[in-house]
């Protein structure tokens, strides 16, 4: 005969932690009951349970005590679930199905159940009865899970039997609603509804407490009534059978029905017929939603009508995966897996937190949607039948698929001990050291918290790693001997996987696998091993067949080059670095292809910063002197250039640097060039000093990839009694000559730069360089306000610094006068309303033009340089040759209001960015915001969009320029 433990010692091996009140409670029970506290989950809270339920009904108790099978399930249920030890203080007549808990049943025993329950009574009696039958049969359930040997076994059982209790509440409110509906008989019976399982439910994966995802249907059964007249009766019957589960009552409500994943969700209609569900799938629906089919059943209501309902929009579901845009759902379908969880749950999110059920989830489905296209077999319903599926069927690895269906099971384990406990809706692991180690004795499987934490990380860990493994690893069976892998995928199902991540040529992928994989050297057994991972991360570029062909090319280039190798094994952030720049920038990749070594630079962000200004000028001056032929010192000066320009490309794509940093980044690499090309070309030029002004953007320092560069040239005499003077025939010979010669450097067939003088004066019908004095002379007596204007920007950047000085001076005159005239004023207005008018290119949308267009790039640099011209002689801050310092300078002296600066800079700030990014993204210069959508979401990408949000940069550039636009109109023209 069992004794009452006498020792702390002992209540503590049993789990009990309030020890003392344990002791003096246990006197009060059967000795032969005490260690049977040793397998309840919370040894304290059972403990209270069991005594407040000895008062609430004394006689069940000692029915109870008197069994040790019941005691010992009692004990368990009341440690596991203070929300069902609630039930049986409310109801504790029902505690006698512990004597006999069967286990799950099917849906059409648990429906006679709840039906009985309710038949004797009516209206909220009849509700309340279905809802504590329902708890009942839930307890039953509870305690048949909790005395299992393996929890894990009982997870999938235990999981369908929650969702056929579902199914049959379901079922018996649409008969009570039906029951006491006010429609006239013959209409009621007319009208025909199912309930359709959606989510869990209709996997038949429920959880202890979850929403349950429903979509109606219904149709009329005969000519009794019209369509209108079935639809308002079968809406009836759905929210009355939707309250008569959810709303608040005597006894408590069972779960939310979530009909929200019906057409149009929650602006939709609640119920539709059949021809209506199809008319919306075939027309509108988006990808997410054919998903959200895979698991479509007949939960409730009028089987047959479920029946066809699943039949009839199954072809479409099955299909989906080779609709337009399917890539781009399928890229946000996983963001939004975790977009929604707060920061500070991710860490304790068993759903959808990284490593959590969700991942498992979205894989699973995402390789049914892939290959259930040609093979029924994997139409499965749950998420562990259809990883089974998968493996038969040669898709997954039996192996994985073994591995991840048991993390798969623990992960929902613990969820169901999570919601039993209370019976609460949460995913959320406990953070409270008792909580956890509650837990771990919940589950069975675990002797404290710290254990239950390790296994809840290796998993974690694992299933992170479940999208690699289980779809690209795969991938390589196709093309790659992988005696390790169990599955072996053949070519056409390889080529369909990788059509359906977004390859627009899955067999010329397929070729670039094999090539890269081919062989036993080291590079192509690291390559086997990389390769998952890589075609994961280029499947998330935009245009992933372009990055998978220049990994090819690159790795082909660097051959076995230990660092190259090294990298791609050991650092997986630059690997990841190389694959985004590969699959978004062909720019950049056409660069790279050039230079691979430069992939090195990947992994330090340092070596990515773009060099200053000094160390690339050292570096030209030095290449010059290094070469005797001018030839080769262009030919090295190009190549130097080409680097650092593919420097600060990998620098703005990967984020490392702003905007305002690549503008002056370029600058600094162009001016470093044509000092560069200016020495190696002076070599026996002598009697003149020369110089490079740059202009607009580049005088600026605000250049993009795909800018050109805008110049003047200057020069002047150094000999004197010559009879040559400055403007003689010999000086201007010898400075055409070196303009020629930059012109000539410059012609770069892989990087050219294209200097343009169209600023100059005249135009394109004056002298390509004028000396000094000419400027004077023209600027005193010829000069237009537009030439004072584009004066505004000028900056030496290569040449004499004398000179340069000078001419600094003398622009100085030009572009700050002192008082600009009204009729000034109304020329500079009059050239703009032209240049809008004439410049625009043919048929191009003034909305998507990045330069000219209303409110883009033109718009906020002719606001900001009339506010020089007008105000720069007496504000020196305005003197800047950079439109962004102008523009703040301008808000410091109170010449434009903060909002229009704001709106202005903004306007300014997305032309520039997407004016390079579509640079980077084609390679091509383009100053027009594509139009078509794949286009425009590569760009988008390059300036850092999520997958999927090509409509969010459109709308994001539209407004901001209709507002500068605004503010333009208002300001400059005085609208």
Known sequence: MSRIPSTLAELARLGFTELSAARDRLQELPPESVPLFAGAADPDQALREVEQLRDKDPEMFDRLLADEQATASLIRVLGASSGLAQFLMRHPEHAEVLFDAPGPRSQLEYEAEFAAAAAASTGVAAQDALRVAYRRAVLSLAAWDLEQADPRDAVEPVAAALADLAGAALHVALQLARRDSRAAPEALAATSLAIIGM???????????????????????????DDTRMLSIATSLARSAIAIISEPSVEPPLWEVDANLRPEGKDGALVRTLESHLAYYERWAKIWEFQALLKARPLAGDADLGRRYVETLAPLVWASAGREGFVASVQGMRERVTEHVPSEQRDVQLKLGPGGLRDIEFTVQLLQLVHGQYDDGIRQGSTLSALAALAEGGYVGRAEAVEFSEDYRLLRLLEHRLQLAKLRRTHLMPTDAEALRVLARATGMFANADELIAAWERVKRAVRSLHLRLFYRTLLSAVAALPEEGAALSGEQAAARLAVIGFVDPVGALRHIAALTAGVSRRAAIQRTLLPVMLEWLSEGADPDHGLLAFRRVSEDLGEAYWYLRMLRDSTAAAHRLAQVLSGSRYATRLLERTPDAAAWLENDSELRPRAAQSLLDEALATTARHESSGAAVNALRAARRREMLRVALASLLGVISTKEVGRAIADINTAFLQGALASARRGVDGIQFAVIAMGRFGGAE??????????????????????????????????????????????????????????????????????????????????????????????????????????????????????????????KRVKARVEAERLPQAADPSRHLKLGRGSLSDVEWFVQLLQLQYGHGLPALRTTSTLDALSAALDARLVQHADADVLRDAWMIATRARSATTLWSGAASDILPIDWNELEGVARVMGYPPGHAAELEHDYLRATRLARRVFEREFYGE
């Open 703 to 828: 250049l993009g990839f795909g800018s050109d560069a805008d110049v003047m040239y200057v020069y002047r005499s150094e000999v004197s009694g010559s009879g040559d003077g400055a403007d003689g025939p010999g000086s201007r010979r010898m400075a055409e000559r070196l303009v020629r010669a930059l012109v000539e450097a410059s012609d770069d067939l892989r990087l050219p730069l294209d200097l343009d003088a169209s600023l100059r004066p005249e135009g394109k019908n004056g002298p390509i360089v004028r000396s000094l004095d000419s400027y004077r002379a023209y600027y005193a007596r010829w000069s237009l306000t537009w030439e004072a204007q584009a004066l505004l920007r000028a900056r030496g950047v290569a040449g004499d610094q004398e000179l340069i000085d000078d001419f600094e001076a003398l622009a100085d005159e030009v572009r700050y006068p002192a008082r600009l005239t009204e009729h000034e004023v109304r020329e500079v």
């Open 199 to 225: 989510g869990k439910a209709g996997g038949r994966e429920l959880n202890y407490l979850s929403d349950v995802d429903v979509i109606f249907v219904a149709e009329r059964r005969d000519d009794a009534i």
